[in-house]
């Protein structure tokens, strides 16, 4: 095989190639191949370097790779590389291991104390050729690492802190900073591709790019594996807008132009909806019929596949306006769950072919489903099955989408390096919060995009609420965290006052915060607010709300701190001098100090809020006068202007009433807080000069019924009354 002198190598070199290894170094292997060679011949010039190089182990069949590097920081970072280099397809899972299972593993880990990678090729009736394939990609990987240029140390961020922002960020509506967090998440190379993909397609929603989404170059990709729930809505909505499929007047749609528009994503409107069921998702429901309506799918399906909130009327309704446009159409099927009649089969590897065939499109909430039942596959069906590499490709990629779409089981920190008989086996699907909060500090990794599907009745109140009072592992409850409060929102599950304040200690006691985590706090305390508590858990709260100001406070954190300030009197100011002192003191001071760079709409509100808080203090008012003295020529008059203004929050829409008829006297200001179309609301509509709407989600009943009504309306971008005042004055001037 080679000529070489033992004398030469290290002795532990030498020992790794006796015991159970079945390579020697003076003669080759007949059942491995001859490629194995080259690998060793590479490895032998890296002994002595700090270039990673790999040794292979020939143990009863079963094909061995040992990958090192000199420290554990390259080690985890040559780990990354080899999923994304090499894959799954042809190899186990990449573990690294610090302590020996075989015998001639004893001397590589005494030499390699840190420990090194181990994983094992896939036994095909191809061995030869996929042994060459993965030699050759190996020594891809390692060139990759010599070609490296030394950069300083810069440190980044855990990818989970990262993917947190980003979510909260998200829930914010903050496409700016939502799109700042995708770019350090792709600059962190921790994130597969397709995760980048959906990363990057939401921040493009949240900054409503709809013709970028469809023109991304990924997206037929994209589109061919499991699309989450989330990228579904967002494509339906990207779809109706670039179309311009006006839901609310459906007789000036291009119905001739927009069926030829939809050819390339017909597969994808075919198949089953994965859209949540929830009242605020209508309009996406209603888009959704409207763009199957013309690409011909039948009627009862439309019917059959939505939610009662689309009722089988409005569908003919629909039928019918588009049969005036389209005169022939072709009677299209959905595709329909087929699932259940495979997994009832008799057991064949036709049927595994079929289950993984329907796996390629299936609705992300049989995931989880299909991969137990191949899970549990008897042994010999098993082994045909992965001795296929397209079948090994769709069973990985299932694997992938349950435990680590959105944290890779990549991603590991130094401390996260485990011993080998510490390792969880994958079998234990979480399938609810209740595993969650029971698995999370076992390192158990999940896809973000399955909770949606996580029902209420396993959600226990009191012992999630002990897991995180106890915290083993605070960092990854805090990351769940913008997940829990998005599945909080869709569902109707009652909490206490003990679980949102054990939230709100275990984020506010975070080492390392940002500006986002200022809306994260505002969340949990409402939802604090929104359950019974005591004076003392009220003041905690605002406490540790608090701490958190006194780090982020900002011109970008401002107005979210501001939001939460005047959100506290939609409630009982149960500690006004905790509220006081020293939260608004601080906010006070920094106010002042840059008064000058603060928006006119959140002066007002800081103003409003210094008279209820602080009514002696006056902190503003030396400000606001030389304000006024110099905008007095330009301010606009709405003397006997009726503005209306539609809010589901009674006491903030009195609030921004006040501030209003502070800015511009003699303006009439009417508020409305139905929830339904009533007539009030649609003569308010119809008579005002000026008609704000602050709930402009499909969630609002109303709100279609008032956009018909009025096409000027005026909508706001955020929660509070500077929101309001800035969606006037804006549209004003």
């Known amino acids: 095989m080679m000529n070489m002198t033992f004398s030469n190598y290290p002795s532990w070199f030498v020992d790794f190639f006796t015991a159970e290894n079945a390579i020697e170094l003076e003669k080759p292997v007949e059942e491995i191949s001859d490629s194995i060679n080259l690998l060793l011949l590479k490895s032998i010039r890296n002994l002595e370097s700090k270039t990673p190089f790999f040794l292979p182990a020939y143990v009863n069949g079963q094909l061995y790779f040992y990958g090192m590097c000199p420290d554990t920081k390259s080690l985890n970072e040559l780990k990354n590389c080899l999923y994304y280099g090499l894959g799954s397809s042809h190899t186990s899972s990449y573990e ?44 891809e990987v390692s060139a990759r690492f010599e070609e490296k240029p030394n950069f300083a140390s810069v440190r980044l961020r855990p990818i989970g802190r990262i993917l947190r922002d980003f979510f909260l960020a998200s829930r914010e509506g903050d496409g700016e900073s939502a799109l700042a967090f995708y770019n350090e998440a792709k600059g962190s190379g921790k994130l597969s591709h397709r995760n980048l993909v959906g990363l990057e ?32 809505h967002l494509l339906i909505r990207a779809l ?55 690409i ?6 439309i019917v059959s596949f939505s939610p009662g909130f689309i009722t089988e009327e409005w569908v003919s309704e629909l039928f019918e306006k588009i049969e005036s446009f389209i005169e022939t159409r072709n009677a299209l099927s959905i595709e329909s769950s087929r699932l259940q009649a495979l997994f009832d089969s008799p057991m064949s590897l036709d049927v595994v072919t079929q289950v993984l065939d329907y796996s390629k499109a299936c609705m992300p909430s049989e995931v989880s489903e299909i991969f137990s039942w191949l899970e549990e596959l008897p042994f010999e069906i098993r082994q045909k099955t992965k001795a296929s590499a397209p079948f090994r490709k769709l069973w990985s990629s299932l694997e992938d ?96 006052s003990a679980f949102w ?54 011109r970008k954190s401002l107005p979210i701190i501001i939001e939460f300030s005047e959100m506290l009197f939609d409630y009982a100011i149960k500690s006004p001098e905790v509220v006081r002192y020293p939260l608004w003191n601080g906010i006070c001071q920094y106010s002042i100090t840059h008064w000058s760079d603060i928006d006119f709409e959140l002066q007002t509100v800081l103003t409003w809020l210094d008279k209820h808080i602080a009514p002696e203090d006056k902190s503003f008012d030396h400000l606001m006068s030389e304000d ?25 829409g009195q609030r921004a009433a006040e501030m209003l008829q502070s800015l511009f006297p003699g303006v009439v200001i009417k508020l409305n807080h139905d929830k339904v179309a009533t007539d009030k609301l649609k003569n308010l509509a119809s008579s005002a000069d000026y008609f704000i709407f602050c709930n402009k989600s499909a969630a609002h009943q109303s709100y279609y019924a008032v956009k018909a009504i009025n096409k000027d309306i005026i909508y706001c971008d955020g929660k509070g009354s500077s929101s309001i005042i800035r969606a006037l004055t804006d549209f004003i001037n």
């Open 96 to 139: 690294i291991i610090k302590s020996p299972d075989l015998k001639f593993e004893q001397p590589l880990l005494f030499n390699q104390s840190h420990g090194v990678i181990r994983f094992t090729q896939v036994n095909t009736d191809n061995f030869k050729e996929d042994t060459s394939y993965i030699v050759k990609t190996l020594n």
């Open 201 to 232: 397609l939401q921040s493009l929603a949240i900054n409503a790019s709809w013709h970028e989404i469809l023109e991304h170059k990924s997206l037929p990709d994209y589109l061919a594996g499991i699309i989450p729930t989330r990228i579904y």
């Open 240 to 294: 109706m807008h670039v179309n311009n499929l006006d839901l609310t007047d459906l007789s000036n749609v291009d119905w001739v132009g927009l069926k030829p528009n939809l050819a390339d994503y017909e597969s994808f409107l075919l198949s089953k909806p994965r859209l949540k069921e929830e009242d605020k998702y209508k309009e996406d429901w209603e888009a959704w019929s409207a763009l199957a309506v013309s």
């Open 296 to 301: 011909g799918i039948d009627k009862s399906d």
């Open 401 to 496: 989408y349950i435990y680590g779409s959105n944290n890779e089981p990549v991603i590991i920190e130094e401390s996260e390096v485990v011993e080998p008989t510490a390792e969880n086996p994958k079998s234990s699907v979480i399938n609810s919060w209740n595993d969650w909060f029971k698995h999370y500090a076992n390192g158990e990794l999940i896809n973000f995009d399955l909770i949606s599907e996580w029902q209420p009745c396993e959600f226990d109140i009191k012992s999630i609420t002990e897991a995180i009072s106890t915290s083993a592992d605070a960092e990854s409850i805090r990351n769940i965290a913008p997940h829990l409060l998005s599945w909080l929102d869709d569902n109707k599950v009652v909490t206490t």
């Open 501 to 554: 304040l054990g939230l709100i200690e275990l984020i506010a006691m975070d080492d390392e915060t940002s500006y986002i985590t200022l809306g994260l706090m505002r969340d949990l305390i409402q939802g604090l607010l929104n359950t019974p508590h005591s004076i003392e858990q009220y003041s905690s709260a605002i406490e540790a709300f608090e701490v958190v100001v006194k780090v982020e406070i900002s």
């Open 628 to 652: 006024d003295s110099s905008n007095e020529d330009t301010k606009v008059s709405l003397k006997d202007k009726l503005i209306g203004i539609s809010t589901l929050t009674e006491k903030a």
